[in-house]
C-alpha cells in the first residue's frame, strides 16, 4: 500500500529542491494546487514525515493509494 502526504501551503523552490533531493524527483509532484509527496509504504512514508518535519513543513492530508511501491527513501 503507498501513501500520498499532501504538504500544506506552497513551498519555495529552495526547500522544494531540498525536498526532491531527499525523496527523489519521482517522489514529488503537485496535485490540485498542492504539494504531494509519495511514499511506497508505510515504512516509507514514516521516513517522509521525518524529512517533512524536519524542513519545518505541515502535513494537510495523507492518503492511502492502490498503487505499488515506488523508490524508498533515504
Known amino acids: 500500500m503507498a501513501f500520498d502526504i499532501e504538504v500544506a501551503g506552497t513551498l519555495q523552490r529552495t526547500v522544494r529542491r531540498r525536498l ?7 517522489a514529488v ?5 498542492h504539494v504531494v509527496v509519495s511514499a511506497g509504504d508505510q515504512a516509507a512514508m514514516i521516513g517522509v514525515l521525518h524529512h517533512l518535519n524536519d524542513l519545518g513543513l505541515d502535513i494537510e492530508r495523507i492518503e492511502r493509494t492502490d ?8
Do not use: L
Not at 20 to 26: E, F, H, K, L, P
Not at 29 to 33: E, L, T
Not at 67 to 74: D, L, S, T
Open 20 to 26: 526532491s533531493d531527499i525523496v527523489g524527483d519521482d
Open 29 to 33: 509532484h503537485d496535485r490540485r494546487g
Open 67 to 74: 498503487r505499488g511501491a515506488g523508490p524508498p527513501v533515504p
